[in-house]
């Protein structure tokens, strides 16, 4: 699920060889990268002369890392802290908009930082905020009711033991507030010290991240307002790390790429054009050898395609998810 750690514990931005030789072709105009993160993508690119990069990010911790592409490639460079449901507000005079990338999830950086409480390797306060959010881990775990938490947990975590989880939850926290090591040891206690491939605890971790950081409706707007924004001929291109992503990223590429013709008496000027052209049907995963170099890479998927309408109606995308939003609305 995550995209930069490697077992030495380095920078190490997943399937970019696979996403230069895509937008290469493209080269010579503005790229828009969408999670900024530690730069490996917009660097490359920029590495380029006649490129320029504009860059968002909803993590302020960033900063470092864009002022060192800031000194180095000066105008060429531009970074918002800003998420991406919100690339519409980006200013994009004078820029011909080639691509726009997205490499989901998080950064080795985020995860390490004890205060941002994403692994449940780290202690004290839960928290999970990625940056620009209206609430934290602590106050879902502290007072959502019992089943909407195991609603959170099941659909976004697909956690098996989730209404047990939720339901020790709501008992513990009678007692004390609950911080990441009460939850570790909950569902560790829940699922009786199981020792299995996956930590007990990815799952529901999981699940109050998306839910913590909206995950699902910044995915959706995000790729709305990216066919809003580049012109037809430009390539939009997503890397995800789980299947709750990748479901929304397919259906936006497939179903808006297929001559969407539901009666054949239908007149030809009413069928809806497609929005995109699919040069690959099926995902792009890592290759043998970068999964041996950075193992966490395995569960990556690169998914893109060219805009070939000017027009999209994007409302069955959004009914088709409705579920999902509706669970990361509760509180
Ligand atoms: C996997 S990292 C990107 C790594 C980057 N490609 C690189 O090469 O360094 C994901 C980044 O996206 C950012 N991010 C996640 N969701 C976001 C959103 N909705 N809007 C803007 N940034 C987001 C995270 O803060 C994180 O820095």
Redesign the pocket.
């Given at each position: 699920m995550n995209?930069?750690i490697n077992l030495e514990n380095k920078?190490f931005?997943v399937l970019l060889n696979e996403l230069i030789s895509i937008i290469s072709p493209l080269y010579g105009g503005t790229f828009i990268d969408?999670?900024?993160?530690?730069?490996?993508?917009s660097e490359k690119i920029l590495e380029n002369k006649q490129n320029n990069i504009i860059a968002?990010?909803?993590?302020k911790d960033?900063l470092s890392s864009t002022s060192k592409l800031q000194k180095k490639y000066d105008k060429r460079f531009k970074f918002y802290n800003l998420?991406?449901?919100q690339l519409d507000q980006i200013k994009l005079k004078n820029h011909k908009i080639k691509g726009i990338i997205f490499?989901l999830?998080?950064?080795f950086d985020?995860i390490k930082n004890s205060h941002k409480g994403l692994s449940f390797s780290n202690k004290g306060k839960l928290n999970m905020r990625?940056?620009i959010n209206d609430f934290s881990a602590n106050e879902i775990i502290s007072n959502m009711d019992e089943n909407n938490l195991a609603k959170v947990f099941k659909v976004f975590g697909d956690e098996k033991y989730s209404k047990k989880i939720a339901k020790k939850i709501v008992e513990t926290r009678k007692d004390k507030t609950i911080k990441t090591e009460d939850l570790v040891q909950i569902i560790d206690h829940v699922k009786k010290y199981q020792k299995t491939k996956i930590h007990n605890s990815t799952k529901v971790f999981q699940a109050l991240r998306i839910l913590v950081?909206k995950e699902i409706s910044?995915l959706i707007n995000?790729l709305i307002n990216s066919f809003n924004l580049i012109p037809t001929g430009g390539i939009i291109a997503v890397v995800s790390f789980h299947s709750i992503e990748d479901r929304i990223v397919k259906f936006f590429f497939k179903h808006y790429s297929e001559q969407r013709n539901s009666s054949r008496y239908l007149p030809e000027t009413e069928i809806p054009e497609k929005c995109f052209k699919l040069i690959n049907k099926k995902p792009i995963f890592p290759g043998l050898s970068e999964i041996k170099k950075n193992p966490p890479s395995r569960s990556a998927k690169l998914r893109y395609g060219i805009k070939t309408n000017d027009k999209c109606d994007f409302s069955e995308f959004r009914e088709k998810f409705k579920n999902l939003i509706n669970i990361e609305n509760l509180r």
């Open positions: 995209a930069t920078h931005p969408c999670t900024f993160g530690q730069g490996g993508y968002l990010d909803r993590d960033v998420k991406f449901s490499d999830g998080y950064s985020q990625m940056g950081n910044e995000g």
